[in-house]
C-alpha cells in the first residue's frame, strides 16, 4: 500500500485533532495503512530483557489505546508498539475538545483523561492480533494505569497485571499521565515504592514463567530532588525499565497564544530537549543499570540519536506521526543506520549513554 499521506494531510490538519485520529485508525483498520518491508539491519537490532528489537523506533503509548491496529502500525516499520493506556473498567474520558494542535512548532496538547474500553476489550483484540495466523513479528508492550474513581491504585495495577502479564512482552506503569488526578503523586517515594512492590509481588504470584518486564513511565516535570529520590526507588525495587517520558505541563512562550492556553500535557516538538534532559538524567542517577526509552518530540534521526547518546536503549514517538505521516519511521531507521555507520558502531547499542563517557 503506497503512502496516501502526503495527499490526506491537509484533510488531517482540518480536522478536529481527534476526529483526524480516529479517521486513521479506521483507515488502518481496513488496511489503508502503507507497510514498509526492510530487511533486518543488524546494525539496528537489540535484544533488550530477552526481547528482540527489530529496530529501536516504538510507537509510544495513547495512539493504539485499545490494541485496535497492532499489526498495522507493526507494519508501518516500528521496531514496537506500546498499547493503551488501558484501565480496568471502560471510562469515557474527558469532555471534548480534548487534543489541541500548534501545527507551526508541531506541538500537541491533550487532556484526554485515559479513555478506555476497559480491559476485557482490550484483552479480546490483543488476543486475536496475538492468536492470528502470520502476524507481523515486533515486541508487544501494554501501557496500564488506573481508572478515574480508583481509590486504591495497587488494586486496578494489580488486576490489570494479573489479566495482562502472561500476554505482554512488557508492561509499563503509566503514572505520569497529568490529566487523571491524582495519578502523578503516585511518582514521590513512599507512595511509589509500595505500588512498585505490590506490582512486582503480583507479578510474580501470577505470571509464573511468562513474568513480564516491568517499566515505570514518569513525567519530564519532575525537579531534580524528585528525580534523585526515584532513581533511587527504581534501584532498590530492582524495576525492570522506565520510559522518560510522559507530556509536560510547561508551556514554552514560542508557542501558539491560544493554544498555551489550553489545559493538559504538552508533547511533540516543544519537549524535545527537555525530554532529552530527562533520559540523560536518569542514567546518571540509576548508573546505567536500568534501560530506558527515551521519548519525547522526537521528528528526526539525530532527536533519536540524541536521546540514545544521552542514556537511552530505544526510543518512541507518536506526536511527530500527525505532523510528517508514516513514512517518518522508515526514514528515522534509515537515518538512525547512516548515524551508527558513520560514528564507526556495530550496533546501535555501542552508541547508548555515551555522552556520559
Ligand atoms: C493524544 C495523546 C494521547 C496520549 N495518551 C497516552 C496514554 O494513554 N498513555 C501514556 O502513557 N502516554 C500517552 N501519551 C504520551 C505519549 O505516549 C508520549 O509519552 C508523549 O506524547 C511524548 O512523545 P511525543 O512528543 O513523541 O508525542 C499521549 C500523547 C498524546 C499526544
Known sequence: MRDLYPIIRPLMMALEPEKAHNLSLKMMKFGLAPKYKQAPRAELEQVLWGLKFPNPVGLSAGFDKNADV???CLNMGFGFVEVGTVTPKPQSGNPRQRVFRDIANEAVINRMGFPSKGVNAFKDNLEKFLGSKNHPAGVIGLNIGMNKTQKNPAKDYGLLIRMLGPMADYIT???SSPNTPGLRDL???EPLTELLKEILDVRQKSCGEHAPPILVKLAPDLTPEQREEIAQVLLDVKIDGI??????????????KDFREEKGGLSGQPLTDKATELVSD?????KGQ????GAGGITSANQAYDKIKAGASLVQ???????RGPSLIQSINDELLSLVKADGYSNISEAIGVNHK
Open 187 to 189: 511518582q514521590q517515594r
Open 70 to 72: 497492532i499489526g498495522p
Open 282 to 286: 536518569f542514567y546518571r542517577l540509576t
Open 173 to 175: 506503569i503509566n503514572i
Open 317 to 323: 514517538l507518536y506526536s511527530a506521526l500527525a505532523f
Open 243 to 256: 520510559i522518560l517520558g510522559n507530556t509536560t505541563l510547561a508551556r514554552p512562550e514560542f508557542l501558539d
Open 290 to 293: 536500568i534501560p530506558i526509552i
